[in-house]
């Protein structure tokens, strides 16, 4: 029997995480089988993940926000969801008539064929591993996510999935803020587009000073489609997109 030799690194990072259970065990397995980047890479020679992978963090579903109140001036659009910590707060979530699911992610079905990761990446292999739901956006109605990190030391692992119907229009708003200290925001949306149809993304990045965060972006587009995505960072430790 061969035995997968562990990565000095991947095995600090998850020695505080703990082992999944059920299908993401899987995932486990094979995030140990990956490491780190280095600036030999060349995808990632301009981004050094020391800081990341040299961090212990924890996993936390603990929630501190009672209102929106200290996040009103964030709201901008009419349909919300407010997101806090990797947790669906739906009693302060405003979702109209926009169609989302939330979802387990142990139990949910591929989302598309054509929408693949890439599963050599290893915080997108993080992301399978520790990700407890996936939001999924369909529909018309336009959308605001707003993401708030509230925690201390915690990996917080966001995965959204989106796909835009046949000749239709979706304008999502993808909003972080991080009021946390010391976090890794792991985050991965996934856009089918078909075909005719017009998707528009809206991304502002506001995270504390100690706050580092990956974001995966993989998009499939069909014929005549349209995908735009629009990114402001303001602040962030080490901030990836």
Not at 101 to 112: G, K
Not at 140 to 161: F, K, M, P, S
Not at 168 to 197: C, D, M, P, R
């Amino acid at each position: 029997m061969s035995t997968v030799s562990v990565s000095e690194k991947v095995e600090k990072f998850v020695a505080s995480l703990g082992i999944p259970e059920g299908s993401q065990s899987a995932a486990y397995d094979q995030l140990l089988e990956l490491d780190f980047p280095t600036t030999r890479d060349e995808y990632w020679k301009y981004t050094r993940t020391g800081k990341i992978s040299n961090s212990k963090f924890q996993i936390s579903k603990e929630v501190r926000l009672a209102s929106i109140d200290s996040i009103k001036e964030l709201i901008i659009c009419d349909n919300y969801l407010i997101i806090e910590n990797g947790v669906y707060r739906e009693e302060l979530s405003k979702v109209g008539n926009a169609s989302i699911e939330w979802v387990s992610a142990q139990e949910t079905e591929d989302f598309s064929e054509e929408v693949r990761l890439n599963q050599t990446d290893i915080f997108n292999k993080i992301n399978d591993t520790y990700t407890s739901n996936i939001l999924k956006i369909s529909g018309n109605e336009a959308v605001q996510l707003v993401q708030i990190d509230t925690a201390a030391g915690c990996l917080i692992n966001n995965r959204i999935q989106v796909r835009v119907a046949k000749s239709s229009e979706l304008k999502i708003i993808q909003t972080f803020s991080g009021e946390g200290t010391n976090n890794l925001v792991n985050n991965i949306a996934q856009f089918h587009v078909e075909e005719n149809a017009q998707c528009e993304i809206n991304l502002l990045q506001n995270f504390s000073e100690s706050t580092s965060a990956i974001s995966t972006t993989e998009v499939y587009q069909e014929q005549n489609s349209t995908f735009r995505i629009n990114t402001a960072t303001v602040s962030g430790l080490l901030i990836r997109n």
